[in-house]
């Protein structure tokens, strides 16, 4: 909640930097050793006329000087790469500034598109997850989805980090990581539920507790394995070895893993289990195993787990339908259900 609230804070505030692919603009670019921030500033200050950002950054074991201004004029451009190529070294020309510019409306042109993947992103899983499953394990998963999005966001406006479109890509990236972790929690509560709701001795609470045991060390060593490769490509490929260019998506990709890994556990998870203990069916079953308030005793929870416990091993299934529920049954009454011997053919 405090990393929510920081976030949302930072958002309104300082909102995001966007970048030139977003807003519109121009950027220039020079490798140099001697230039530097505030001798730029100078120099390029008044032929462009406007507020500029000026950044130095390293790519390839190289310092560049970035500058970063609004939309400009032809002739604007040819004076600020002349300018920064004279001062940058005696042996630079201006076609050793690389220029980029981006009209404001491509730029209005791509933030529309992202908006609407983005849009088609939720609409396309909120379907899938409604009849694969159920609406309500939609509504906890798009839960979780959001509070992806809100912390992410919410830390690149907090570290004044630069939206790109290589963020965006590294948003939906995230999304669909996170999703799918919160998916095979789903389906393992779902498939519990077939086999422990018959039985009545659990409400549903314990139902996604237990399904969340099952699988923890599943999410948790694949969300591990995945930061990985990701952590090396932001310290080694973006930090030592000057690949600034593999910093946004580096960093979004770092963040938006560690929130994924968390929002399946500890978001999608138990907004599922508010939902559906409202339904009439947990709400009499939590009456009548003698909770109170929708809290059953932890007397009450551990011996229907242990239980439970015996009947389902860790990661393993029963056998489908019926068998399932009677299995289930027989663990409740203290019976290790054995295989009928089959009689002789008469």
């Known amino acids: 909640g405090l990393v929510i609230v920081v976030g949302i804070g930072a958002l309104i505030g300082r909102g995001l930097k966007l ?10 670019e020079v490798t140099t050793s001697t230039l530097s921030i505030a001798k730029a500033r100078d120099i390029v200050g008044p032929i462009i006329g406007r507020a500029v950002t000026i950044q130095e950054v390293t790519a390839g074991g190289e310092k560049r ?27 630079l020309t201006s076609d050793d500034v690389s220029v980029n510019f981006v009209g404001p409306s491509w730029g209005s ?3 529309n598109k992202a908006r609407q993947a983005l849009i088609v992103f939720f609409f396309v899983i909120a379907v899938w997850v409604s009849l694969r499953f159920q609406w309500k394990m939609a509504i906890a998963a798009l839960s979780a989805v959001v509070h992806d999005i809100i912390v992410t966001v919410g830390v690149y406006a907090l570290v004044g980090f630069e939206v790109t479109p290589a963020t965006v890509i590294a948003f939906l990236t995230i999304l669909g990581f996170s999703l799918y972790d919160t998916i095979v929690v789903f389906d393992k509560v779902n498939e519990n539920e077939k086999v422990i709701g018959p039985t009545g001795r659990l409400t549903y609470t314990d139902i996604v507790n237990l399904s969340m045991n099952q699988v923890l060390m599943r999410s948790l060593n694949t969300s591990f394995v995945a930061v990985l490769p990701v952590l090396s490509l932001l310290v080694i490929g973006a930090g030592f070895m000057g690949a600034t260019a593999l910093g946004d998506f580096g960093l ?26 409202r339904e009439e069916r947990w709400t009499v079953l939590r009456k009548r195993l003698g909770g109170t308030d929708g809290v059953v005793t932890a007397e009450q929870g551990a011996v229907a787990r242990a239980s439970i416990g015996r009947t389902l091993s860790i990661g393993g299934d ?18 290790t259900p054995r295989p009928r011997k089959q009689g002789k053919k008469r």
């Open 19 to 28: 970048g030139i692919d977003f807003e519109g603009g121009t950027s220039w």
């Open 252 to 277: 979004a990709l770092f963040v938006g893993l560690l929130t994924g890994a968390y929002s399946s556990i500890f978001v999608a998870s138990p907004i599922l289990a508010w939902i559906k203990e």
């Open 318 to 335: 029963i056998s489908t339908g019926a068998a399932k529920a009677a299995h289930a049954t027989k663990a409740w009454e203290g019976v």
């Open 65 to 91: 000087i970035r500058v970063k201004a609004e939309e400009s004029t032809d002739v604007v451009r040819a004076r600020v790469s002349e300018a920064l190529a004279k001062a940058a070294g005696t042996k």
């Open 109 to 111: 042109d791509v933030t």
